[in-house]
């Protein structure tokens, strides 16, 4: 088979395509117009999020058989049309999964504990210790929204802490020992801690707004390390700014390019976005939940075993 890969990724990838026979290329710099003037070449592509994989792009792909995404989420792809065409789609959850579990409760604790605010009045020579008096984990309920390989990496981790950890889920039996399924309305009765770990689909595109925010009972604190587009980025400020959400831990923006390589589709900063900026009860960071040094390896092995399953006889 002849692979084309159109992002870079951990090296194994090609070694190890190399050692099963393939021809592997590289072409991480063409536009999408020129790799789809070659893409009938090849019989599986490989690529993190660099362009969208649409209806002409593989109308073009006449001997495709597989698509590899270096990723969790097969959203810059249209499967349904892929898989009416016989092609294999292979995504990694499982390659980031772990990153994703820690990278969460990493951002809730420092939330909790306003590590990021004290660190910066630190360095700034401010000594303020009863400012930054923190709370605790333990005693509190978490709500899982999605509860595939990201959130149940994440409910793993919050073992060795004395909550209750609920989720909500679109699949049936998703539950295991670490947590509770229960229906959404339950959640949003229960939860004072909510999690996102859901894909990017027209169900969870703008989800959380005002109406969804204000169906919870209780105020609370939101981590997102899936997708921007499930959080109205106005909404959210506006539930900070009525103290209905306490505080925000997010990895993605609304605001993202398509490839999340890059933040604003144009110059002009949104007033929401500036508005996370300055407050001190919202930490950003940028796509990187499932972005370590461990995951980019685990990410790559994932798409070689899959397609060793797959293809090797």
Same mark, same amino acid.
């Given at each position: 088979?002849?692979?084309?890969?159109?992002?870079?990724?951990?090296?194994?990838?090609?070694?190890?395509?190399?050692?099963?026979?393939?021809?592997?290329?590289?072409?991480?710099?063409?536009?999408?117009?020129?790799?789809?003037?070659?893409?009938?070449?090849?019989?599986?592509?490989?690529?993190?999020?660099? *362009?969208?994989?649409?209806?002409?792009? =593989?109308?073009?792909?006449?001997?495709?058989? *597989?698509? /590899?995404?270096?990723?969790?989420?097969?959203?810059?792809?249209?499967?349904?049309?892929?898989?009416?065409?016989?092609?294999?789609?292979?995504?990694?959850?499982?390659?980031?999964?772990?990153?994703?579990?820690?990278?969460?409760?990493?951002?809730?604790?420092?939330?909790?504990?306003?590590?990021?605010?004290?660190?910066?009045?630190?360095?700034?020579?401010?000594?303020?210790?009863?400012?930054?008096?923190?709370?605790? =984990?333990?005693?509190?309920?978490?709500?899982?929204?999605?509860?595939?390989?990201? /959130? !149940?990496?994440?409910?793993?981790?919050?073992?060795?802490?004395?909550?209750?950890?609920?989720?909500?889920?679109?699949?049936?039996?998703? /539950?295991?020992?670490?947590?509770?399924?229960?229906? =959404?309305?339950?959640?949003? $009765?229960?939860?004072?801690?909510?999690?996102?770990?859901?894909?990017?689909?027209?169900?969870?595109?703008?989800?959380?707004?005002?109406?969804?925010?204000?169906?919870? !009972?209780?105020?609370?604190?939101?981590?997102?390390?899936?997708?921007?587009?499930?959080?109205?980025?106005?909404?959210?400020?506006?539930?900070?700014?009525?103290?209905?959400?306490?505080?925000?831990?997010?990895?993605?923006?609304?605001?993202? !390019?398509?490839?999340?390589?890059?933040?604003?589709?144009?110059?002009?900063?949104?007033?929401?976005?500036?508005?996370?900026?300055?407050? $001190?009860?919202?930490?950003?960071?940028?796509?990187?939940?499932?972005?370590?040094? $461990?995951? !980019?390896?685990?990410?790559?092995?994932?798409?070689?075993?899959?397609?060793?399953?797959?293809?090797?006889?």
């Amino acid at each position: 088979m002849k692979i084309l890969h159109l992002d870079s990724n951990h090296s194994l990838l090609i070694h190890q395509l190399n050692d099963l026979g393939y021809q592997n290329d590289e072409d991480y710099t063409s536009t999408k117009e020129q790799i789809i003037a070659k893409i009938h070449l090849y019989d599986g592509f490989i690529i993190r999020s660099r *362009f969208s994989i649409d209806k002409n792009f =593989l109308d073009k792909a006449t001997n495709l058989k *597989f698509i /590899g995404r270096v990723g969790a989420g097969l959203e810059n792809i249209d499967c349904t049309y892929a898989e009416s065409k016989g092609i294999t789609l292979i995504a990694a959850p499982e390659g980031n999964r772990n990153a994703v579990g820690e990278h969460s409760l990493g951002m809730l604790l420092s939330l909790f504990n306003k590590l990021n605010k004290a660190d910066k009045e630190v360095r700034n020579g401010k000594w303020l210790r009863e400012e930054n008096r923190g709370i605790e =984990l333990d005693g509190r309920t978490v709500g899982l929204i999605g509860y595939g390989n990201m /959130g !149940k990496s994440f409910a793993k981790k919050l073992r060795g802490f004395d909550v209750e950890v609920l989720c909500y889920d679109i699949k049936p039996n998703v /539950g295991d020992a670490n947590c509770k399924q229960v229906s =959404l309305s339950e959640l949003q $009765e229960k939860a004072g801690i909510l999690s996102l770990h859901t894909p990017q689909t027209a169900l969870t595109e703008n989800m959380i707004n005002t109406d969804f925010i204000n169906g919870f !009972k209780n105020n609370f604190w939101l981590i997102n390390t899936a997708r921007g587009k499930s959080v109205v980025t106005k909404d959210l400020v506006s539930a900070l700014k009525s103290g209905k959400i306490l505080g925000a831990g997010l990895d993605v923006l609304e605001y993202e !390019k398509s490839s999340f390589e890059n933040l604003f589709s144009d110059a002009k900063m949104p007033e929401a976005f500036q508005y996370l900026i300055d407050a $001190e009860n919202v930490l950003l960071s940028p796509h990187v939940a499932g972005w370590t040094v $461990e995951s !980019k390896e685990r990410l790559a092995q994932t798409i070689v075993d899959k397609i060793k399953e797959n293809f090797v006889k």
